[in-house]
């Protein structure tokens, strides 16, 4: 009973929130175009881009502490319900004829904030649901929704802006947040066990903030695996700018290329996810996320050393690098639950992605002039290369490879 009972539970939370998450992608991806059609800039784009991140990556840490110290499954349905109320302000907006570029400024960085309080939440719950020892899978089979949300959201989004207005496709988001929330309703989220302070002073607040990055740098091993999966996130990120552009100058490709590299990533994710998901696989976690820095890293250096008329074998090497990535992704998130007590992931999961996006965002300033400068062949070489050297050290790194060494995978 026991058994099937956490099963059920966890099965009721990644319905809603795969409607929460694919309606999210299609609406996020539906802004985009409204973006480019109403105003063919680029520059418009990169504003629209650092919106919907930077507020996330400023106020991560302090809501991860209030993470900790609230109930879960509240928080996940009051974030919600703030990003929905924030979209439904837009579609207001849109329908009254007040299409203000800096109003969707505004509501994608409000957006941003209520994700940052829903995604370190939602990371937390998890351990809390799910026995350790099925954290890996459980993770697989996350990848696999946020995969088909990924490949999904954006054909709907492209679909739905051709058939309605812009400010009906917005309300596709809020139906998603709302089956989000209902579906909450029928679960419970333990407590972790945790101490809760009741003071909120700014001194009680940066203790917190302070506890969670202790914790991380106390643990040698966590430490490095921070360390590197930051170095490879600021090289991932700007490459996956650049795979557009890679299709069109170095394969003279069109835009059915484009859609094809676009899918085949998001295809490589979900076949990655659903074999972590299927098959239980006997290797430690910290050595499935080394071999997947590596091979994302050859698949970029590979891809770049490419001649024009081998489109196919980049086709290929990016299906590899999905699968690859989406290994990296559920091995990075199991480890971080079982070595982190669950009172204190929603800060460590927060403080981790505010430190990955603010050096993203920097990487991401500066991808087109240096592609103009090297040429796109030769940023994915370099920067694959850098990738395939974080998974080299990764083994060379005694504490890192002593993580967790005692429990089986």
Known sequence: MINNEWKRRITILWIGQFFSLISSSAVGFAIIIWLSLKTGSAEILVFAAIAGLLPQAL?????????????????????????????????????????NIELVYIILGLRSAGSAFHMPAMQAAIPLLVPKKELLRIAGISQIIKSVSNIAGPALGALAVGLLSIGNVL??????????????????????????????????????????????????????????????GFCIMPISVLFPLMTIENFNGGKFEMSVIESTWGIGALIGGGILGIWKPSVRKVIIV???????????????????????????LTGLGGVAASFYSSGFTAIVQEEVHSGMLGRVFAMYFSIEVLPTMLGLVCTGFIADLIGIGSVFVILGFIIFLVGIASFCTPALMNLNKEKSS
């Open 59 to 99: 106020i991560g840490p302090f809501a991860g502490v209030y993470v900790d110290r609230w109930d879960r499954k509240k928080t996940m349905m009051l974030a919600d319900g703030f990003v929905a109320a924030c979209t439904l302000v837009m579609s207001v907006s849109f329908y009254m004829g007040y299409e």
């Open 171 to 232: 309300l596709l988001d809020i139906a998603g947040a709302v089956l989000a929330i209902v579906s909450l309703f029928f679960i419970s989220v333990p407590s972790p066990g945790w101490e809760k302070k009741s003071s909120s002073s700014l001194k009680m607040m940066w203790e917190d903030m302070k506890g969670g990055f202790l914790v991380v740098i106390r643990n040698k091993g966590l430490s490095f695996l921070f360390l590197y999966s930051i170095i490879a």
């Open 290 to 316: 080394n071999i997947s820095h590596i091979l994302i890293g050859l698949s970029f250096l590979c891809s770049g050393l490419l001649s024009s008329e081998k489109f196919l074998l980049f086709v290929v």
